[in-house]
């Protein structure tokens, strides 16, 4: 085990679980606020972007919400005035409601009044029908008088309605007058005092002039803050684009660097090349300080570009012992490359190619397509002309094929025919064997497996430090443009404030010059309006005429009427006296019926007009509703559309408010606003998307960021509270086993300590055993590599022996430690062991070993057990006989299981298998 693993055993091996359980909690901990520490960093970071860049949209944005503000209060007030129309349909539609109950009432009240009469006419006319038949023998006698008197019946109350009538005109007269006086009075007092007003009201200011040079220079101003955004937007484009391209180039630049290395690495451990990049520097070394005489190039695998990567595993294996050598054009460089090679220890080599780097390789696959040949290797790949030629001398790779299916059929007669020596398809590698006596039938054909690529990945070699210097030039470029662009923008930015600075003082100017034309002149208008409908109202009033003057011609009237009402009534009387004459018998009958008669008929002509007046009520009852269901339908259909068009809630209604109450001030107001809002120009529409979103993030991300924050601090105190127990505890232990340690090792004759590694993390924390069994020697760590096995195996023991003191556990077994030390240690290690085991108050002890040495010493509590797998059992006798020291068992507190004459045949298992068993039996036999 390691140090770390070494610090968990001892913390498990005290005995109490909390340090270890502790321990594992503070590893977790720490894990996890290293996790949260990456997190919150990468938040952080994403932060400041997003505020940078809503730090560059906040002019747009703010620009765009005063234009917003100003159209959605536009909105509104268009919403305020369909809203105002609908209300006036809404009083329209009430008015005429009104009027139309007001029917209804008189329609019912009629009604009742004609059902009140309708009984009272039809008893009289029964009463009236039963006279008549009993004169109904006299009627024909009579005829003509009653004829007579039935006509002058009927003028008598024809002419007593018309009394009536022009009587009731007459009464109404001086009331109508009076009140067609006084409507005139208060109408020409008004306008008198709509006159007064007009004419005290100022002129109306004319600033169209200040208002068209006040546009003209505000127009000016917007000219030149739309060149300047537009100039700034180009160099910020042109920035932008320029800061891409440089991350881009950065990040190919990194890339570059990267890819280089990766190879490097792959190349030096597949072919345990170690030191290949430190002789890849010294040539860059010296190819720089021109010391060669040739042309260097390599390692080659670092130069190997291939084109179709399924090929790279053929190609790697076909120049597998090529890829970590260097190619040279002359013999000298060779030398000198191989000279430094061997100074430093390095396996590489160096080859010579010192005919015409230039001159074509003649490789052509063509002929081979009919055996399903797709290429050969030298046609895979891309390399400086040196290593290609290097590569077809030494591996001919323009000889070596590549198919794309495994015919073997068709590889056998390949290589037969046209004395191809290696196909590579995508199973197997085939080479061709040839005999050794040079006889064809004598050849065999070889298959092997196929290894995947380790090497030639990617794109690295000279190409790439080529790319290095073009990206790097390029990249300064890049940085300079940046600068000179960021110039720009600050520039244009400084142009830009005082042009804003002006074009709002102008702008408020002429808003005010507006505002103070449009008020005076709305309110003369008004006022003209109101003087012009009161006139109008005043000449048709005094058009009419007094309703006295048709006084005297009534009473005329009523003088004629009754006039010939007397005379109707005179031959009424005569008519009766000579009816009287001629009908003496009759007399009683006669003028009861004609009485009754003339009762009815009058109650039946009242009757009917009633009815008559009805009809007249009802059909204006009728004319009432149309207008009204007219008047509430084109409500409900404006309220529709308002409300489809126009929705209203609260915020809206509030606005309303604060708003002029006259529909035609709203659409100037409106108007106004529009051309305010048509002079804020915004270039990205898009603005308020993109800040808001950016804005909902940032405060997502400071929220997460003060949470993490939080939480780091309240992991951070767990932690340290949980040290604060842990680490004192766990310092005096090591403490203990340092004290012993040391004590320990000094008896041998050897110095040595232990030491608790301290770390940031916690799962770095380590028990570091430093030793030292040679005077010359300093302290050295214990491991694997500088110590031998018996050192080991000595400080092994003697940690155990100084954990001895420290474990509570009830027993401890130690397993063949003494196999690997030489009898001296041994032999000491042996004797502090029995004397650390025999303490007081320490656990029992069991050492499992196939052999001791002899002579060592024992104390009265040491028992020696042999336990023997065989044919042939010892007895307590033999071994007695054999080991002299053995003890009753009664009096053991240490059990030495001594495992001896063990059979080889049967090996370690066994071994394993007897030890487990002597275990398990030296507990029963001691009583533990």
């Known amino acids: 085990m390691n140090e770390y693993e070494l610090l968990v055993a001892t ?44 730090q560059q949209l906040e002019r747009d944005y703010k620009r765009f919400n005063q234009r917003w503000k100003l159209l959605h209060r536009v909105d509104v007030m268009k919403k305020k005035i369909a ?12 008015q005429l409601k009104e009027e139309l109950v007001k029917a209804d009432k008189a329609v ?67 009331a109508a007058s009076q009140k067609q006086k006084a409507e005139v009075k208060q109408l020409q007092d008004k306008l008198t005092k709509v006159e007064a007003t007009v004419e005290s009201l100022p002129p109306v200011p004319d600033h169209s002039a200040k208002i068209q040079v006040l546009q003209q220079e505000m127009n000016n101003i917007r000219d030149q803050l739309a060149h300047l955004e537009a100039e700034k937007g180009q160099l910020a484009d042109a920035a932008h684009n320029a800061r891409i391209e440089h991350g881009r180039l950065a990040g190919e630049l990194r ?101 015409d780097i230039h001159a074509p390789i ?32 030494l591996c001919s790779l323009d000889k070596v094929l590549v198919m794309e299916q495994h015919n073997m059929q068709a590889i056998r007669a390949l290589m037969e025919q046209h004395h191809i020596g290696q196909v590579f398809t995508p199973q197997l590698k085939v080479s061709y064997i040839p005999s050794a006596h040079g006889g064809r039938e004598d050849a065999s054909i070889a298959t092997s497996g196929l290894f995947p690529s380790r090497v030639l990945t990617g794109a690295v070699g000279a190409d790439i430090d080529q790319r290095k210097q073009q990206l790097q030039a390029r990249l300064a470029q890049v940085e300079a443009s940046i600068q000179q662009l960021d110039g720009q923008v600050a520039a244009a930015q400084q142009r830009e404030a005082p042009l804003h600075a002006r074009l709002d003082e102008l702008s408020g100017h002429r808003s ?70 001629l009908l003496q018998q009759h007399a009683v009958a006669e003028l009861v019926w004609r009485e009754l008669d003339m009762q009815a008929v009058a109650m039946q002509r009242a009757l009917d007009s009633r009815r008559a007046a009805v009809r007249l009520l009802d059909k204006a009852a009728r004319a009432a509703k149309q207008r009204y269901q007219l008047a509430e339908d084109e409500f409900k259909r404006a309220k529709q559309v308002a409300e489809t068009e126009h929705p209203l809630d609260k915020a809206t209604k509030d606005r309303f408010a604060n708003m002029p109450n006259d529909i035609e001030t709203l659409e100037e107001e409106v108007e106004t606003l529009k051309q305010q809002a048509a ?8 603005v308020v998307e993109n800040y808001q979103l950016r804005q909902t993030e940032i405060e997502g991300l400071e929220q997460q960021v003060a949470e993490l924050q939080d939480q780091l601090g309240a992991a951070q105190q767990e932690m340290d509270r949980l040290k604060e127990n842990w680490l004192p505890e766990l310092q005096r232990i090591v403490g203990l086993i340092n004290t012993s340690f040391s004590s320990n090792f000094s ?43 018996g050192e080991r195996s000595v400080s092994t023991i003697l940690y155990l022996i100084a954990l001895q003191g420290v474990t509570v556990t009830p027993f401890r077994v130690v397993d063949e430690i003494n196999q690997g030390m030489d009898p001296v240690n041994e032999r000491k290690v042996f004797t502090q062991l029995v004397e650390a085991s025999c303490k007081e108050g320490t656990p029992q002890c069991f050492l499992l070993t196939p052999k001791l040495l002899p002579d060592l010493p024992f104390t009265e509590v040491c028992v020696c057990r042999a336990k023997r797998n065989g044919p042939v059992v010892l007895t307590a006798e033999t071994l007695a006989r054999l080991v002299p020291w053995l003890l009753p068992t009664d009096m053991s507190i240490i059990s030495w299981c001594f495992f001896a004459l063990r059979q080889h045949q049967h090996g370690s298992l066994l071994y394993n298998q007897v030890a487990l068993a002597g275990l398990c039996w030296a507990p029963g036999i001691f009583g533990y």
């Open 512 to 581: 005010q010059l507006a505002k103070e034309t449009s008020l005076a002149s709305t309110k003369r208008a008004n006022l003209n309006r109101a003087y012009k409908a009161g006139q109008t109202h005043l000449a048709k009033l005094e058009a009419r005429a007094d309703p006295l003057a048709q006084a005297p011609g009534l009473e005329r009237q009523i003088a004629r009427a009754l006039v010939a009402h007397h005379a109707t009534l005179t031959k009424q009387i005569e008519a009766a006296l000579k009816q009287w004459q």
């Open 747 to 789: 008896q041998i004759g050897c110095a040595g300590e232990v030491l608790l590694g301290q770390h940031e993390d916690y799962d770095k924390f380590s028990i570091q055993i430093k030793v030292k069994f040679r005077e010359e020697e300093e302290l050295q760590l214990l491991t694997a590599q500088r110590q031998s096995g």
């Open 11 to 54: 913390e498990r091996a005290v005995g109490s679980t909390s340090l270890y359980e502790t321990h594992q909690t503070l590893i977790a901990m720490r894990a996890e606020v290293k996790q949260k520490e990456v997190t919150a960093q990468a938040q952080k970071q994403r932060l400041d972007q997003l505020k940078l860049e809503n």
């Open 108 to 174: 019912a009240q009629a009604n009742e009044e004609a059902k009140g009469d309708e009984t009272p006419a039809r008893r009289r006319r029964d009463d009236a029908d039963a006279a008549k038949r009993t004169a109904n023998d006299l009627q024909n006698a009579i005829k003509r008088k009653e004829e007579e008197a039935r006509l002058a019946a009927d003028k008598l109350e024809k002419d007593g309605n018309a009394v009536t009538e022009l009587r009731e005109r007459l009464d109404g007269l001086a």
């Open 679 to 686: 002079e804020l120009v915004v270039n990205d529409p898009h």
């Open 255 to 355: 890339q570059c660097d990267s890819l280089k290395y990766q190879r490097m690495q792959a190349l030096v451990q597949a072919q345990r090349a170690h030191g290949l990049d430190s002789a890849t520097d010294w040539v860059n070394r010296q190819r720089a300080a021109d010391a060669f005489k040739g042309e260097v190039v390599g390692p080659i695998g670092l130069e190997i570009k291939v084109k179709v990567p399924d090929c790279a595993p053929y190609l790697e294996q076909a120049a597998w012992w090529q890829l970590q050598n260097f190619a040279v054009t002359h013999q000298e460089d060779a030398n000198m490359l191989l000279a430094e090679f061997k100074r430093q220890n390095i396996r590489s080599s160096a080859v010579a190619y010192t005919g």
């Open 362 to 393: 003649a490789s052509n696959s063509a002929p081979y397509r009919a055996y399903g040949v797709a290429c050969s290797l030298d046609e895979v790949y891309d390399a400086h002309p040196l290593v290609k030629h290097c590569l077809a001398n």
């Open 83 to 94: 809203w105002m129309h609908v209300r006036e349909k809404q009083l329209k539609a009430k």
